[in-house]
């Protein structure tokens, strides 16, 4: 375990791992008494040919890894409405279904596509939500995640995060060497992109505000050096190559400052550099060492990792006064903070032992939380929407990404056909 220990001294993750592939994600547990929905098939305007893409069974894997739904199996489906005068309300009801979605895929005569639906209420014969969404080729996935963020908030109160992007490290490996790989890929694993890729190591991707760019670090040259990365573009530039340790990026919420480590100084320290006066501005000034700096959700602290009380522990410090505050007090290792959205708490990496697990820590009364049990669980991310937590954890076959609801109810397993993944990064809304 002393191998994880020194990840507290930046280089934490340099852990071999194997080739990228489609996330497969597993339900490993869910709520007690998830909410019945069927979906139904949705209809096509080119009957004599295949359809593009299939809206419903996208809906149904969204909706169903959410942990939050029971959908029924497309095989059990009685009927296959597309219209709303075609729902058998009686069939519907004696099979238990609180609620359905049917749809129709259209084919424009521009060549694209209008996506419509309907998310009616069985046992009050009542729509509590239908839109038509019209959409480019390349936009039906990303239209099928609306229509099922859209379904999710009417169900449940609380905003849908499918369509949204994660951001994590890969590494190949072959005979000769390895080669590291940012990857972006939809919150379901789809649509993955490589951003960059390496023989030298990669580390802690961090998305600005707006989805569009991702600061991260790379060790090309052989020194470390934070770079931002334009994500539509590949344009990249590098913003921080002192001397030293540079490491820890985070972008603070209106994308104008990055939070980072560097002990061009002498020791490790947090910096925050204005990317558009390019000052910087030293925020820690101690003999222990402070990392992982993370921003809060208004922009005012920064919530950070350090030593200075004889173990890794989490402080927070408000940017302009600058008198460190200790936040965490439970067990020997506290560290990698991230806010929630709002504010009230914040996710960590903790033991009290030998095994490390994904907690979460209430800013209100200080208590801490463990979610997960496995033996070494690292680099916790929240949800936008602040509902789960993706990380990266140890299985079976090795590295795996994993995500969790903040209350622990709901465990999801989202590993790789062909490897490992680390490093995971959860993006925010898209805009």
């Known amino acids: 375990m002393k191998i994880f220990i020194k990840s507290f001294l930046i280089y934490f993750l340099l852990l071999p791992l194997k080739a990228f592939a489609v996330l497969d994600i597993k339900i490993t547990q869910g709520i007690e008494e998830p909410i019945p929905i069927a979906i139904a098939m949705f209809g096509w305007s080119q009957g004599g040919r295949v359809a593009p893409i299939d809206i419903a069974e996208i809906i149904n894997n969204n909706l169903t890894r959410s942990g939050r739904f029971n959908v029924m199996d497309v095989h059990d489906l009685p009927q296959n409405p597309t219209q709303y005068d075609a729902i058998n309300f009686n069939d519907w009801r004696k099979l238990g279904m609180e609620n359905i979605v049917i749809g129709n895929l259209i084919l424009t005569d521009s060549g694209n596509y209008d996506v419509s639906f309907r998310l009616v209420d069985i046992y009050r014969k009542k729509q509590i939500a239908g839109f038509r969404i019209p959409a480019k080729p390349g936009l039906l996935r990303r239209v099928a995640h609306q229509v099922s963020d859209i379904i999710f908030e009417k169900l449940t109160g609380i905003e849908g995060a499918f369509n949204t992007r994660v951001a994590y490290i890969t590494v190949k490996k072959n005979k000769t060497k390895k080669i590291h790989t940012l990857h972006i890929a939809d919150a379901d694993g789809y649509n993955a992109k490589i951003l960059l890729e390496s023989p030298e190591p990669l580390l802690s991707p961090s998305w600005s505000y707006d989805g569009k760019k991702i600061a991260y670090v790379s060790f090309e ?43 061009k100084d002498g020791n490790t320290e947090i910096y925050v550099i204005n990317l558009i006066t390019k000052s910087l501005k030293r925020i820690t000034n101690h003999d222990g060492i402070d990392t992982e700096p993370t921003w809060s959700p208004d922009g005012q602290k920064l919530a950070f990792t350090s030593n200075r009380s004889g173990s890794p522990q989490i402080y927070e410090i408000a940017i302009n006064k600058g008198k460190p505050k200790r936040l965490s007090f439970e067990g020997s290792y506290n560290a990698r903070a991230r806010y929630s959205p709002s504010g009230n708490s914040i996710t960590l990496v903790h033991s009290s032992g030998d095994s490390y697990h994904i907690a979460i820590l209430d800013l209100n009364n200080g208590y801490i939380n463990v979610l997960t049990d496995g033996p070494l669980d690292e680099s916790p991310s929240f949800a936008p929407n602040g509902s789960m937590v993706i990380y990266a954890t140890t299985g079976r076959r090795g590295g795996q990404l994993a995500a969790i609801s903040v209350d622990g109810r709901i465990k999801q397993r989202l590993g790789l056909h062909q490897g490992d993944v680390r490093e995971p990064a959860w993006g925010p809304f898209l805009k």
């Open 221 to 263: 040259g052989k020194n470390s050096s934070v770079f931002i990365q334009d994500i539509s573009t590949g344009t990249r530039v590098r913003v921080s190559k002192f001397e030293g340790i540079n490491s820890s990026p985070n972008w603070s919420p209106d994308g104008s400052h990055l939070a980072v480590t560097l002990s």
